[in-house]
């Protein structure tokens, strides 16, 4: 798998042996949940993962304004995508007051009716929030991927908004 594109290539291999509860197979709590078909077809392409994964044996692409991808449910590790790497987390961009942008590393409401540690909110392997956050920042400074992580954050943060509204 040849990554052309220098911040996803970091962020491929910041996350390549990095995983929730470190050396502990999270798959083993759940069953590999987020790996079955419900979760598994809605997996949103980083931009220039689609080019990576075109005409890849056991991957299908939907196009749309985000391209998605399909997988069979069973991969080899190293070709997983950012999406299955960062899994539940997700790293937020937030501007401060001094128009500086940084990255806070959250559990994706996205993930919350599939992965039982984002229900139960469990501490994770620092190692992995830590990999999250530095693959956050390098893809920050590339102008795509850093579009992308602005538009979804934006969207994370009004799913946010939404749960602790209906929440109480
Ligand atoms: S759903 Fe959560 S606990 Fe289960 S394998 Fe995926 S990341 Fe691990
Ligand atoms: S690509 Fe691999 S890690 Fe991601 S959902 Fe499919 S089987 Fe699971």
Known sequence: MKIENKALREAYALLEKNTPLGKTDCGLVCNAVCCTDECGDSMELFPYEKEL??????FDITDGEVPLLRCSGRCER??????CRIYPL???VDTDEDGNEHIRVIYDPRATA???LCAKRTKLDRRFVRAVRRAGKYLLTDSES????????????????LEVMLNG
């Open 78 to 83: 190293y070709k997983r995508p950012l999406a």
């Open 90 to 92: 997700f790293p937020l």
């Open 114 to 116: 599939a992965c039982p």
């Open 146 to 161: 850093a579009a992308y992580l602005k538009k979804t954050s934006d969207y994370l943060k009004e799913l946010i908004k």
């Open 53 to 58: 994964f075109k005409g890849t044996e056991g």
